[in-house]
């Protein structure tokens, strides 16, 4: 059977790392914080002019959504009064209109 060897704890109770490898990770960290920084200042003026889009256009989207509602609710009710005016003017013209044998 293999002996497996217990590593000595560190203060944080985790493996121990050496300081190159501490020194390493804390660069990488910095490294990423600096490429999301970069990263935001590219994207944050883009991202302001579509937010300013947006604010701009949202009450009249809103507007456009009530004139909608307003349109289907007076296409149901021209729908219900015409479909029988117009089925009794069509039977009326048919009545009318002579045939010959």
């Known amino acids: 059977m293999e002996e497996k060897r ?32 970069a990263h935001t200042r590219e994207v944050f003026p883009q991202s302001m002019v579509a937010y300013n889009e947006f604010e701009r256009t949202y009450a009249s989207h809103v507007v456009s959504l009530f004139v909608l509602e307003d349109y289907v609710l007076l296409r149901d ?13 069509y039977k009326a013209s048919n009545a ?5 044998p």
Do not use: H, T, W
């Not at 009710?77 to 003017?89: A, E, F, R, T, V």
């Not at 009318?96 to 010959?100: D, E, F, G, I, K």
């Open 77 to 89: 009710s021209l729908k219900k009064i015409m479909n029988p005016l117009g089925q009794s003017i």
């Open 6 to 37: 217990a590593e000595a704890p560190s203060e944080g109770g985790g493996p121990q790392i050496n300081a190159e490898e501490r020194v390493s990770k804390v660069g990488n960290a910095f490294g990423s914080i600096d490429r999301e920084i």
């Open 96 to 100: 009318q209109s002579v045939r010959s």
